[in-house]
């Protein structure tokens, strides 16, 4: 009933930059927080960046400075700007939404298939 896509992932050189987007479709009456996780080979998923509807973004130390998180509330849709990218941050980038699918209940956690970026020279 609801979907997460992404895009924008990809192969990248170190210092370069990508832009990763994740757009929400469905049966959605109201999105809250949304956010952007990542998983390395032989690693748990980590938070890298959450913005709330409303209130102050939350990024993860190692990314600080050089991601900027962003949403578009009309398109139900986050955006991570990457710059500065370095080999450690080779991984599979997830966006997540906290949705309410109803006029009222619970928001529940979405999750997108996952977009690969690699950063190689």
């Known amino acids: 009933q609801v979907q997460l896509v992404e895009s924008g992932g990809g192969l990248v050189q170190p210092g370069g930059s990508l832009r990763l987007s994740c757009a929400a479709s469905?049966?959605?009456?109201?999105?809250?927080?949304m956010g952007w996780y990542r998983q390395a080979p032989g690693k748990q998923r980590e938070s890298v960046a959450v913005?709330?509807?409303?209130?102050?973004?939350n990024y993860a130390d190692s990314v600080k400075g050089r991601f900027t998180i962003s949403r578009d509330n009309a398109k139900n849709t986050v955006y991570l700007q990457m710059n500065s990218l370095k080999p450690e941050d080779t991984a599979v980038y997830y966006c997540?939404?906290?949705?309410?699918?109803?006029?009222?209940?619970?928001?529940?956690?979405?999750w997108g298939q996952g977009t690969q970026v690699t950063v190689s020279s």
């Open positions: 997540n939404a906290r949705i309410r699918t109803a006029v009222i209940g619970p928001f529940d956690d979405y």
């Open positions: 913005i709330p509807n409303g209130g102050s973004t």
């Open positions: 469905g049966r959605i009456f109201r999105v809250n927080a």
